[in-house]
């Protein structure tokens, strides 16, 4: 176990719907990522907070969101869904936000549009 | 631009037998990071190994060991006397300026 909790565990929703998904971070850690993992496009970067503040942006559609609340948890938004954002949705946490740092990862949040 | 290449697919073995996994990165910077993570059936993402680039000395943690080679942008992991439990899907991955990309993973099937 990880330390990284993250819900829901499956979502189901249809095209053109809005969702959320939520990531407590491991006790301690002021780092979080999110990553969307898909057949196609493998393991991808989509973005980083340390502290509440964005700290580095990779392959994030504009249709998606994400915050840092002060008690540190995270939750990626994804709005106006289509078919091709099926994926397992990863959140990872670190100490903090240094290169060196491994992250440690949840258990993802499968997400499948209908 | 970072790149991380996994060359190898699939990859099928019987117990007991050694098997190396390939990691191929390209990269600018001359300050890197460079991990193995595990992505066991169960879905999570499990830490094996972080090293530096400015590292190059070969590291052995049980069956697990890992082959550093700078000359040729090269981070291969083998495992020896490979076991039913190691099957897995394996990632490669090179972090710098809060950018972490990951290869495209080696599925790992260790038959009894």
């Known amino acids: 176990d990880s330390g990284v909790t993250q819900t829901p565990k499956h979502l189901i929703t249809a095209t053109g719907q809005r969702v959320t998904l939520r990531c407590s971070p491991r006790?301690?850690?002021?780092?979080v990522y999110w990553y969307q993992q898909s057949l196609d496009q493998g393991l991808q970067f989509l973005i980083q907070?340390?502290?509440?503040?964005?700290?580095a942006k990779g392959n994030i559609l504009e249709r998606f969101s994400a915050q840092q609340f002060p008690d540190l948890h995270s939750e990626l938004n994804l709005s106006s869904l289509e078919l091709g954002d099926s994926a397992l949705y990863f959140c990872?946490?670190?100490?903090?936000?240094?290169?060196?740092?491994?992250?440690?990862f949840g258990s993802g949040t499968q997400l499948s549009v209908l | 631009a970072q790149k991380v290449t996994q060359a190898q697919t699939e990859i099928s073995v019987v117990e007991k037998e050694d098997v190396t996994l390939d990691c191929v990165y390209e990269?600018?910077?001359?300050?890197?990071?460079l991990f193995w993570y595990k992505q066991p059936p169960s879905g999570e993402l499990v830490f094996l190994i972080r090293?530096?680039?400015?590292?190059?000395q070969n590291e052995i943690s049980g069956r697990y060991s890992w082959n550093f080679q700078k000359s040729t942008s090269s981070f291969n992991f083998t495992i020896t006397a490979s076991q039913v439990v190691d099957s897995a899907v394996y990632f490669c991955?090179?972090?710098?300026?809060?950018?972490?990309?990951f290869g495209a993973g080696t599925r790992l099937t260790v038959k009894p």
């Open positions: 991955a090179l972090k710098n300026n809060n950018d972490m990309r």
């Open positions: 990269t600018r910077d001359t300050t890197y990071y």
């Open positions: 090293r530096n680039s400015f590292d190059e």
């Open positions: 006790s301690g850690d002021l780092s």
């Open positions: 907070y340390y502290n509440g503040e964005e700290r």
């Open positions: 990872a946490s670190s100490v903090g936000a240094r290169d060196y740092e491994k992250l440690f």
